[in-house]
């Protein structure tokens, strides 16, 4: 095991905030894991897992030990006649997994094409693009538990996936407040994802009810596209839409869209008629956090080097030397600023750290 020091960690998280690790052990295996934790010195330090740091915001050098997940590994467990089970390594890049699947003949995950970060992060917020969300494929992962060293397999139902949020996103119960965690067993900070397997069913089908795709559909004239042609739309889209973090440092959508209930919809919508909104199959309504951040007037604006991105106002980006701290006071200010004209309070996607 090799612990190196004072790791530069601009290169590892998409904002490019410049920050380091103090210690930091690449895992390439549980055994890896293990013999962190069975270390006398580094077994009981506080552990910060890091995967492609495409959904973090660093505040500071991180005190906490590093554990750099670079687990590499694809294989396919199981090709039926109702579905292909594949088992990827959570270092695997995920974008890379997509693409992986489609040359092997398995589609499934094309909505999910150009997601930056890791497949072991991928159940984390149960990401989700384009009408997919990771839970529509998931089958199962294995896990370390970074306080006792177990192996643990979870399912679906154990990873509590939401909208954007999983188990792996709320406290262990014993620092959890009783009254604000709804997950009961949150894994936060506790579990160490080592390989998760989807499941791309069969026969295939397209999922296109998402306005961008059906505007690719319209100019392209293709009425039946491959999984491969959604891909390259994905991409296209992506490409367009948000900003490339080697170029400018973000990590994508800042908060989540907010849902309310239907009441509260159709008094924001007597106030504000032009609100974006779309009736969700449960009977809230999710109202588009972009289109909030806008009314208020924050796109293009700062708060020293962090700023709301041009083109999209669900995007915070570092403008060039912005720290962790600026992020989050730009953050904060929005959520204010929307709190106090709609009365709804935006939680942001990324964590910070
Ligand atoms: C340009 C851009 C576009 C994006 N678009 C989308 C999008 O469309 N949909 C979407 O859902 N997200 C999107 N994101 C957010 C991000 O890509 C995802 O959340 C991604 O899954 C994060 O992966 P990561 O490896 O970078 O995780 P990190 O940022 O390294 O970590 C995120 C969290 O997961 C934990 N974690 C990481 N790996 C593991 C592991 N192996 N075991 C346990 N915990 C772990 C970390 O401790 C941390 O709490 C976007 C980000 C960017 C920069």
Not at 212 to 217: G, I, V, W, Y
Request: contains cysteine; hydrophobic residues 40%; charged residues 25%.
């Amino acid at each position: 095991m090799i612990v190196e020091q004072n790791v530069a960690l601009a290169p590892h998280n998409s904002f490019g905030i410049v920050a380091k690790a103090r210690e930091l052990v690449r895992v390439r295996n549980e055994a890896d894991v293990l013999a962190v934790l069975a270390d006398p010195e580094l077994g009981h330090r506080p552990k910060f897992v890091l995967g492609g740091g495409s959904n973090i915001v660093l505040t500071g050098d991180v005190r906490a030990l590093v554990l750099k997940v670079e687990i590499m590994g694809r294989r396919v467990v199981d090709d039926g006649p109702r579905s292909t089970i594949v088992e990827i390594g959570a270092g695997e890049g995920w974008h890379e997994a997509v693409r992986w699947t489609l040359e092997q003949g398995f589609p499934g995950l094309e909505n999910l094409a150009l997601i930056p970060g890791t497949v072991g992060a991928s159940p984390v917020q149960n990401v989700g693009a384009y009408g997919v969300e990771l839970q529509d494929r998931f089958e199962s992962l294995d896990a370390i538990d970074l306080q006792t060293g177990r192996l643990f397999t979870l399912e679906a139902a154990q990873c509590a996936f939401g909208y954007r949020d999983s188990v792996f996103k709320h406290p262990p119960p014993d620092e959890a407040d009783p009254g604000t965690s709804p997950r009961g067993m949150g894994l936060a900070g506790r579990a160490l994802i080592l390989r998760v397997r989807l499941r791309l069913p069969k026969p295939w089908k397209p999922v296109l009810g998402y306005l961008d795709l059906e505007r690719k559909m319209a100019e392209s004239g293709v009425r039946e596209p491959s999984a491969r042609q959604i891909f390259d739309w994905v991409c296209a889209i992506r490409s367009v839409k948000l900003p490339d973090p080697r170029v400018i440092g973000n990590a994508g959508s800042f908060f989540k869209n907010p849902t309310v209930t239907p009441e509260q919809c159709t008094d924001i919508i007597a106030r504000e008629p032009g609100i974006v909104h779309y009736p969700m199959p449960d009977g809230s309504v999710k109202l588009a956090a972009g289109w909030l951040i806008d009314a208020c007037g924050w796109k293009g604006k700062s708060v020293g080097n962090a700023g709301v991105y041009e083109k999209q106002a669900l995007v915070l980006v570092n403008r060039g030397g912005a720290t962790g701290g600026e992020v989050v006071t730009l953050a904060r200010a929005i959520q204010t600023s929307v709190y106090e004209r709609f009365g709804i309070r935006l939680e942001p996607e990324p964590v910070v750290v």
